[in-house]
């Protein structure tokens, strides 16, 4: 059988220093664990419009089409901010999750034991904790029409539009079902069905949708600024929280934190299954682009490792080979591997973003 094969599109910023800790990654998967992929990369975002005029090239859409997972590092900065909105280093991103239709965004926030100190939060309130964001991605605001900036009368109107199909949100819904039920096997569904026509039907839909095929599971709802304020109060009270585009943008940004740092953590954007089985999928760290540190060796690579396992776990049916990549990742935060952004109030001396790749090899090759 062919070998599977990756496209990476490391993007701007840190994106392309912790891609490079996961490049060493796949190797290693290939020497020691026989598990060979086939590895192309292309340019996105920023790096991608200073080459092309456009953040993601036609061909490098097509070939995103053609692999069996992408894996994105970061795109946007500082040099990019007063570009045109259609050519900003976002609209590729956003172009990917559009066109390969990658409805379901799986966000989940882990809090490694070792890190329960470094949350903003108090340990009893992070320790252990392990939920799953799943965001919708592919709709709602972020694609509505109407759109844009126009003038009424003497001033200006800016409009975006909250939109969802009936079909939209039924499919986002099985997916975090299906998802709970190899969980804990309870979902939280969020909107603003008290404000938003199209929070009601949000409702409706993920009712209907558990009566008829989801029964087994428990289901609840919450208004979704009350479940941000959930967030920080108990997150330990989810197991599965399902929830709109722009919702889900908010609150898994709340979520990171609850983690310890945004370096850890990752996400996989999976669509429909493709001729050969697998979903479509798209793996990136939820980090950004952090304009601030790049070019430094201060990066943390493991949002974008741990995204690699996803790939693992979501893409190639390797499950166990994740528990070990990130059995690998726990045990190296165990042994008091940090990166700059894991150092709490009291400091320390933090390691490199290629020492924390280090580390994690080091502890895979042990785990053999
Ligand atoms: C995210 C990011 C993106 C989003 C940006 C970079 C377009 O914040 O993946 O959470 O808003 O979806
Ligand atoms: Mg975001």
Redesign the pocket.
């Known amino acids: 059988m062919a070998n599977p094969t990756l496209l990476i599109l490391a993007g701007d910023g840190i994106g392309p220093e912790v891609m490079a800790e996961v490049k060493r990654i796949i190797t290693w998967y290939g020497d020691k664990r026989d598990m060979p992929f086939d590895v192309t990369e292309d340019l996105v975002g920023g790096c991608a419009y200073d080459k092309h005029g456009t953040p993601l090239h036609d061909d490098t859409m097509a070939k995103a089409q053609e692999v069996d997972a992408v894996l994105l590092g970061a795109?946007?900065g500082p040099a990019y901010d007063d570009l045109d909105f259609s050519v900003k280093p976002?609209r590729g991103?956003?172009r990917l999750r559009k066109e390969m239709d990658l409805f379901s965004n799986l966000r989940p926030a882990q809090c490694f034991d070792a890190l329960a100190d470094f949350s903003s939060l108090k340990r009893e309130i992070v320790a252990g904790l392990d939920i799953m964001i799943v965001r919708e991605?592919t709709s709602g605001v972020?694609f509505g029409e109407p759109r844009g900036i126009h003038t009424e009368g003497n001033e200006r109107v800016g409009v975006n539009t909250q939109r969802y199909t009936e079909s939209e949100i039924a499919r986002v819904a099985r997916s975090a079902f299906e998802l709970a039920r190899r969980r804990n096997n309870r979902v939280c569904s969020m909107e603003k069905a008290n404000v938003m026509e199209s929070g009601v039907l949000w409702r409706q839909v993920v009712t209907e949708v558990h009566a008829k095929d989801y029964a087994d599971v428990e289901l609840s709802h919450m208004y979704a600024d009350n479940g941000a304020m959930q967030l920080v109060r108990n997150p330990k009270q989810f197991d599965v929280i399902v929830t709109d585009?722009l919702f889900g943008?908010l609150l898994?940004?709340a979520a990171a934190m609850l983690t310890g740092s945004l370096g850890m953590l990752p996400?996989a954007s999976l669509g429909l299954p493709m001729a050969n089985g697998r979903p479509k999928a798209l793996y990136?760290p939820?980090h950004?682009s952090a304009p601030d540190i790049t070019g430094q060796g201060k990066a943390n690579p493991i949002a974008c490792i741990l995204s690699f396992a996803m790939a693992l776990r979501y893409s190639f049916d390797a499950g166990s080979e994740a528990d070990r990549l990130e059995a690998a990742v726990e045990k190296v935060l165990a042994d008091g591997a940090r990166t700059a952004d894991l150092l709490g109030p009291e400091g320390g001396s933090p390691i490199s973003t290629t020492q924390m790749g280090d580390a994690i090899l080091a502890a895979l090759d042990a785990s053999l």
Do not use: Q
Request: proline share 0%; no cysteine; glycine share 14%.
């Open positions: 795109v946007g976002e991103l956003l991605l972020y585009n943008d898994s940004d996400s990136e939820v950004g």
